[in-house]
């Protein structure tokens, strides 16, 4: 029992308690061991890399009616740089692919990996000569779009976590400590409840308390998101993270740590951030959902074609139907996108 109250004290007592919390649950996403420079690099050089795949293409240039330059070796070209596309940008979905088919939750991972190795083996088999389809402009355009998606999709959360980095920098480490005629510095997390704190101007208030002597001017703007100050006098309710201005005050504490007004945004912040959105939440059951309607339909479309005697058609027209299901990822990225970048303006909306 009183181990427990000791920790209960504990986390009461720090300061940045809530920020804390934001970067444990920011440990255990679905985003572990991404960052926003690595989609970002992933990106420009799979659209490097898409460019030359698409323009040597036979199936756009009969389109736009254009012949592309041709040289020995030239109609290998979607197929190397294909291939290309398909291991630098592709793998990582296809890692991801793996750590839900092994948590038993086939989602848009699955998905998008499913499609491109159907669009990679169908390639490469008419590279060989087995098809006469080939799709490599296809692969490379899909591995480029779904990168961009993460890109966007990392960069948004990124900019979320950084507002809460923000939040945690408006709590001052240290304290004026106001005892009888004197002050004492000490650090933030060593005040309790009722004691007196001097506030000097343009510094932040420490605590959340009720101003007992003195005036000022406080802005708390980063709080409420009103851009003017707020006149403060003896009897006046102050937050933790404000700037006082003006004039100095001296303020008997009413909450500290996760007690206070600032602590419980960053707690619900970073409580709303990792658990995510009912929108993206729909999202992956529709992924799941989709990616078994699109095997039993490739199934079932490679048996019937294939017992009917076509059986190149059947093939072909199997990988197809997987292929298509991949623009549903489109839309989840679009959901996640939505939610996430509307993350970051929060804390400084108020």
């Known amino acids: 029992m009183d181990q427990m109250t000791h920790e209960a004290h504990g986390r009461a007592a720090d300061p940045h308690a809530g920020h804390k919390m934001s970067k444990s649950h ?205 006149s403060k006098g003896p009897g006046g309710k102050v937050i933790a993270g404000t700037v006082a201005s003006g004039g100095s005050l001296r303020v008997r504490v009413a909450a500290i740590g996760e007690e206070t007004a600032l602590s419980g945004i960053m707690r619900l912040a970073a409580t709303a951030q990792a658990s995510g959105s009912r929108t993206q939440a729909l999202a992956d059951r529709a992924a799941a959902i989709l990616f078994y309607v699109a095997v039993a339909s490739g199934a079932i479309t490679l048996a019937y074609w294939w017992l009917s005697g076509d059986r190149e058609h059947a093939l072909i027209r199997a990988a197809t139907v997987l292929i298509i299901a991949w623009p549903f990822c489109v839309l989840r990225h679009a959901s996640n996108s939505a939610t996430d970048f509307r993350q970051p303006t929060q804390p400084h909306d108020g």
Not at 42 to 65: E, N, R
Not at 140 to 146: H, P, V, W, Y
Not at 206 to 218: H, Q, R, T
């Open 26 to 230: 920011g440990n255990h996403d679905r985003h572990a061991g991404h960052s926003v420079a690595m989609f970002r690099d992933k990106f420009w050089l799979s659209f490097a890399l898409t460019i030359p795949v698409v323009f040597w293409s036979m199936d756009v240039q009969h389109w736009l009616g254009y012949a592309a330059p041709s040289f020995p070796g030239s109609r290998f070209i979607p197929a190397i740089l294909g291939t290309v596309a398909f291991v630098y940008g592709g793998l990582v979905f296809i890692r991801g692919a793996w750590g839900e088919l092994a948590d038993r939750k086939p989602g848009m991972m699955t998905l998008i990996s499913l499609a491109i190795i159907v669009a990679f083996g169908t390639s490469l088999a008419a590279t060989l000569g087995l098809f006469e389809i080939e799709v490599w402009w296809e692969l490379a355009s899909l591995i480029t779009i779904m990168v961009l998606g993460h890109w966007l999709e990392m960069r948004a959360i990124s900019q979320a976590r950084g507002a809460l980095d923000a939040l945690a920098a408006l709590l001052p480490d240290t304290a004026e400590r106001v005892s009888g005629s004197e002050t004492q510095t000490v650090a933030v997390s060593e005040l309790k409840v009722n004691d007196v704190v001097l506030v000097r101007p343009g510094t932040r208030v420490p605590a959340d308390g009720a101003v007992v002597e003195g005036s000022a001017d406080v802005d708390e703007s980063m709080i409420t998101g009103e851009s003017r100050t707020v």
